[in-house]
């Protein structure tokens, strides 16, 4: 079978993570070409390959030396970028969120079915493997019903006031949209169909946010069961950074980001205030480095391409959380609950 080219489009402040996510599928792909608008970022990731791919600060310049892109651009520019790839016939991976509004994406998706061509979404974290685990017990009922699934996230993340970052309109919202989003994803995958939710957003402690900064988001599920979301960009301390906890009917998985591990603790004994450390059993249910799985992500788009599965982190799905999150935020402007019944996967009406 005949190596896929790929085309790198957007090489920012993480190049060296954008080249080494393809190293374990140089069996399978040759990037053979290498974009950005500041051409020395693009030489600086053309270095680091094992090949010598086109070098071009315009993306159109590619298409004759691609089969398909890596997108990794501010987020208003994925909808041109993308349905630019896509109507050249190539196969499209777009970095989260997928664009900045509905009608955007419901292009983004008819565009791909036209021209038959594979449209995923880089939602890096479905393809963790704690997180994969935590799915899999889940969804087996290993330890009981889930009704409680919190997941905190809390960074330090600083924009200049001209960054494209900084702005609403082009970040398309503020931390709930840009980076919320993955969570977002993740407790719908887990959770199944939700039902209403709240969101309560501030720049106090972000002001270099246009929107907000710090996110709390909770919503209920058609099964009764809860999820909850806290992101910051704000936090100048933390002891939870990336940290998930299901409470399950007979034990609490949790999952930390930062350590790598899948802990289950269980057998806590009924509250009893004269008791000030009560017994509890946890045990290391799995290990696994803490880094973004990335190159997992890129092996999982090639297989999707050669195959013509469909991707586990496709763009209906990716569509059907935006839907939520758009949901959630005008709700709050309004002052009322969201109503998210018919919303969440499997739901969106093409």
Partial sequence: MDKIRVGLVGCGGMARSHATRFSQILDKIEVTGVCDIIKERAEAVAELLPNDPVVTEDYKELFEHVDAALLVLPHQTHYPATMDFLNAGKHVLVEKPMANSEKECRD?????EENDRVLMVAYCMRFHPLLLKLKELLDSKAYGECFQLSIWTEQLTRY??????SSAETLGGGQ???HGCHYIDLMLWYLGQPVRGTHFGTNFGTPWM???GTSNVTIEFENGAMGYHMGTWGARGTRLRYSFHAHCTEGMLEVDIRRGLLILH????LHDPSIVKPE????ILMEAPSAKPTEEE????IECINTGCKPRTDAVESLEGLQVIWSLYTAEE???LADLTNMGFGSLDL
Avoid: N, Y
């Fill in 266 to 269: 269980s057998k806590e004994a």
């Fill in 334 to 336: 309004e002052g009322r």
């Fill in 280 to 283: 509890e059993d946890t045990a």
């Fill in 298 to 301: 890129m092996a999982h788009f």
């Fill in 160 to 165: 200049p006031e001209d960054h494209w970052a």
């Fill in 108 to 112: 983004m998706i008819a565009c791909a």
């Fill in 210 to 212: 246009e929107r907000e």
């Fill in 176 to 178: 709930l949209f840009s």
